[in-house]
């Protein structure tokens, strides 16, 4: 029996009011208990699908047939790819853009750039980039897979790209770019081009292919059909 020295029927009474009271107050704290478990699954699933969400573009380019991952150009690299656009007039395009510092060097130098990049993250960011150092007009950023766009629009064309891709990408480049064209390699030459000009050291090495002095060239275009290509990426 609970309480002290009332009646039967007092005590029985108080008895009650426990009994419901108690409950009450256990349920409360069970209910602000689940809230809590409710707020840190959010915070934690939300943190694994943001996490999730933003790694998962730069790795899906390493998981591809050919891996090209995300390696940005060295100030040097960029400096070097200037040097081989002196001279040069009409549009850059930079295939695998990255976070878009050469395509936002060229947009610098008078030039119409576009960039092509499979990451949505680094496009973003690249169109901020470009929009902060005021050249978002001149510079354009698209969500691409390289080996899905034609590139017979430009009249300059750069790549830093990986020694797997390269000899793919130059029978592709064969078919599509004009006479009047130059292509730009970042730190891996193409196989069977002559350059018609190098330029710095190491992994800062620059080549220039000029697509009119292809004559000698093995493959010419034509003999590779965009099927055969496609069928290899
Ligand atoms: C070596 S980085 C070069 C970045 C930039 N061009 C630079 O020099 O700073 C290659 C870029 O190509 C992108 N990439 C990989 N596979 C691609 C594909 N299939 N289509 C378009 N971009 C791709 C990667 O996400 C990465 O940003």
Same mark, same amino acid.
């Given at each position: 029996?609970a309480?002290?020295?009332?009646?039967?029927l007092?005590a029985?009474?108080e008895?009650?009011q426990?009994?419901?009271?108690?409950?009450t107050?256990?349920?409360a704290?069970s209910?602000?208990?689940?809230?809590?478990?409710f707020?840190?699954?959010?915070?934690v699933?939300?943190?694994?699908v943001?996490?999730?969400? #933003?790694?998962?573009p730069?790795i899906?380019p390493?998981?591809?047939?050919?891996c090209l991952?995300f390696?940005p &150009?060295t100030p040097?690299?960029i400096?070097?790819v200037?040097?081989?656009?002196?001279?040069r007039r %009409?549009s850059?395009v +930079?295939?695998?853009?990255? +976070?878009?510092r050469?395509?936002? &060097?060229?947009a610098?130098?008078?030039?119409t750039?576009?960039?092509y990049?499979?990451?949505p993250?680094?496009?973003? @960011?690249s169109? @901020?980039? &470009?929009?902060?150092? %005021? #050249?978002h007009?001149s510079a354009k950023f @698209?969500?691409? +897979?390289?080996?899905k766009?034609?590139f017979?629009g @430009?009249?300059? #064309?750069v790549i830093?790209?990986v020694p797997q891709?390269?000899p793919?990408?130059?029978?592709?480049?064969e078919?599509?770019?004009?006479?009047?064209a130059?292509v730009i390699?970042?730190?891996f030459?193409f196989?069977?081009?002559?350059?018609?000009?190098v330029?710095?050291e190491g992994i +800062?090495t620059?080549w220039?292919?000029d697509?009119g002095?292809?004559?000698?060239s093995?493959?010419?275009?034509?003999?590779v059909?965009r099927?055969q290509?496609a &069928?290899?990426t």
């Amino acid at each position: 029996m609970a309480g002290g020295g009332g009646s039967p029927l007092e005590a029985l009474e108080e008895e009650s009011q426990l009994g419901t009271v108690l409950p009450t107050r256990f349920e409360a704290s069970s209910l602000k208990k689940r809230k809590w478990g409710f707020l840190f699954t959010g915070i934690v699933g939300g943190s694994l699908v943001a996490v999730y969400a #933003v790694a998962t573009p730069f790795i899906i380019p390493a998981l591809r047939k050919i891996c090209l991952p995300f390696v940005p &150009a060295t100030p040097k690299q960029i400096e070097n790819v200037m040097t081989m656009l002196r001279c040069r007039r %009409g549009s850059v395009v +930079d295939i695998g853009s990255g +976070d878009g510092r050469i395509v936002i &060097a060229a947009a610098k130098e008078g030039f119409t750039a576009v960039g092509y990049e499979l990451n949505p993250w680094l496009v973003w @960011y690249s169109r @901020y980039r &470009a929009w902060q150092e %005021g #050249v978002h007009k001149s510079a354009k950023f @698209y969500i691409s +897979d390289l080996w899905k766009v034609t590139f017979s629009g @430009y009249t300059n #064309v750069v790549i830093f790209g990986v020694p797997q891709m390269m000899p793919l990408l130059e029978r592709k480049l064969e078919l599509e770019l004009g006479q009047d064209a130059r292509v730009i390699a970042c730190r891996f030459p193409f196989p069977c081009w002559i350059p018609a000009h190098v330029t710095g050291e190491g992994i +800062d090495t620059v080549w220039a292919y000029d697509v009119g002095t292809f004559g000698g060239s093995r493959w010419r275009p034509g003999r590779v059909e965009r099927s055969q290509l496609a &069928a290899r990426t």
